[in-house]
Each structure stands twice: as C-alpha cells, then as structure tokens.
C-alpha cells in the first residue's frame, strides 16, 4: 500500500469512527445495541473495513463490547461506572476552569458569553446539548493545555454512552446557563479557584440530574 492510500484509509477509519461515535452521542445506537458492520457500513455509506477498524477501537475503548451470538453492541454503564465517569468529570472540568482563567483572552470570555446565550434561547433538549457541548469545547480551547483537552475529550467519548441528554429534565437548562455565568464571571475576575469551585459545582449539579433520568428510566 502506498503511503497516500495508507493515509487515505486512516482519513476513513477515522471518520468512521467518530461517524460512529456521533450516532451513539445522538441516541441513533443507543446502550445495548447491537451493532453489525454491514448495517452500519449501509448506513454511513462506506465499505466495511473501515467500519470494521471502527468497531474494533470503540471495542477497545470500552464503548462498545462483545455481544454473544450478535458481534458487538454499544455498551451499557453501571450505576458504579457513572459515579467514576463523572468524578474524573469534576476533577478535569475544574482543572479546564481553573488554567482559562489564568490563560482565555477577552476575546474568548466574550464567545462564552455568547455561546451560554444561544444555549439558554435553545428549545430544544439536544439543541441544548450541541451549545452546551460547543461552550465547553471553547473552555478546553481557553485552557491552554493540550494534554488536558486530549484527556477531557478521551473523557467525552465515554460520556457519549449515557442515554439522553440531562438537558430533559425540565429546568435544567435554565440552572445550568446560571453555572455557566459562574465560570464566566470568574474566568473574567481570573478567579482561578472561584473557576475551577464553579466548574466543579456545574458537574455536581449534572450527575444529581443525571442520577434522576437513570432511575426514572430503570
């Protein structure tokens, strides 16, 4: 293989793969699923080794896990799994808040500002989740570490399995905008421990969400 086809097929594994990861994050494959490379090639409209080489990475990254008699299905968290998740969510998330104080530019506190505006004027839970998803994607890029946006978005991944967004639950988009203005207001004071307490709270007050959709649902 030469080296452009080389790149070429990692170029389509990748996509692939976060073609993938995006459907999961979008309730299309939801917790339990099977999931068969035919199926999903027709679906993405691409041959089945690089839906293969997708599967396999999910599969090695515990988004995905053996099925017997069925190949492979989205895999399920348990109650212990999302206290896990989302306590490394509080520790990186405040660490993300406590470096943008010190680091995000006037320019970028602006764009938080707007992007927690178009998040609260959002109607619709998933909208929601595609603002709230930006804001905190534009925090990493404020943070100013890459080695703590690679692990926030290893983390992220792994947040794409729980079913549903918490942005469901009536209210939650209105509390959650006001914990989004705490982290602004104390990135712009460059507050970085009033930051990262804010940062932490924010996720604190997703899992008791969060906690009340999954017993809801079980």
Do not use: C
């Amino acid at each position: 293989m030469t080296a452009s086809k080389d790149l070429l097929s990692k170029t389509r594994g990748q996509s692939t793969y976060q073609a993938i990861l995006a459907a999961i994050r979008d309730g299309i494959y939801r917790p339990g699923d099977p999931l068969r490379e035919e199926e999903v090639a027709t679906r993405l409209g691409v041959s089945r080794t690089p839906v293969r080489e997708a599967l396999g990475r999910l599969q090695e990254k515990g988004l995905l896990e053996a099925a017997p008699g069925r190949g492979v299905a989205v895999s399920i968290l348990s109650m212990q799994q999302i206290f896990e998740l989302y306590a490394m969510r509080e520790e990186l998330e405040g660490v993300v808040a406590r470096f943008a104080a010190r680091h995000a530019t006037e320019a970028e506190i602006a764009n938080l500002e707007r992007l927690n505006a178009r998040f609260a004027a959002s109607g619709d839970p998933k909208v929601a989740a595609q603002w709230n998803r930006q804001f905190h994607a534009r925090l990493y890029d404020a943070a100013r570490n890459r080695y703590l946006r690679q692990a926030v978005e290893d983390l992220q991944e792994t947040i794409a399995l729980l079913p549903d967004t918490t942005f469901i639950q009536p209210g939650r988009t209105t509390t959650a905008t006001d914990e989004h203005v705490a982290i602004i207001e104390a990135i712009r004071r460059r507050d970085s421990e009033g930051a990262e307490k804010a940062a932490v709270g924010h996720i604190k007050a997703a899992l008791e969400v969060r906690l009340v959709i999954t017993r809801t649902e079980s």
